[in-house]
Nanobody, 117 residues
Framework: QVQLVESGGGLVQPGGSLRLSCVASTSIFVIYTMDWYRQAPGKQRELVATITTSGSTNYADSVKGRFTISRDNAKNTVYLQMNSLKAEDTAVYYC???????????WGQGTQVTVSS
């Protein structure tokens, strides 16, 4: 089964930036739409950003203009560049497959992002 490994989280001050990475252990990464999700304490997991196989992107309204999703198919990696971070961005961030195939059955451990002064 596909393993997803997220990294790059940490503690950052409001207004700061982080770049998250997610590596997928699949040789056919290139054919998958990929999503970034986040889950804050006591809240449901929410979809943050999507990137298709052709590189088209879509974002939740709450992060539009601040976050950028990208991918490197040669490295089986999807990225999330997060700028102008706010306290409400604090959450555990996960990646997974998107599109019509839906998420892989197993999720990674996620990466914690904490925005605080």
């Amino acid at each position: 089964q596909v393993q997803l490994v997220e990294s790059g989280g940490g503690l950052v001050q409001p207004g700061g930036s982080l770049r998250l990475s997610c590596v997928a252990s699949t040789s056919i990464f290139v054919i998958y739409t990929m999503d970034w999700y986040r889950q804050a304490p006591g809240k449901q997991r929410e979809l943050v950003a999507t990137i298709t196989t052709s590189g088209s992107t879509n974002y939740a309204d709450s992060v539009k203009g601040r976050f950028t999703i990208s991918r490197d198919n040669a490295k089986n990696t999807v990225y999330l560049q997060m700028n102008s971070l706010k306290a409400e961005d604090t959450a555990v961030y996960y990646c997974n497959r998107g599109g019509t195939l839906g998420p892989f059955g197993n999720w990674g451990q996620g990466t914690q992002v904490t925005v605080s002064s």
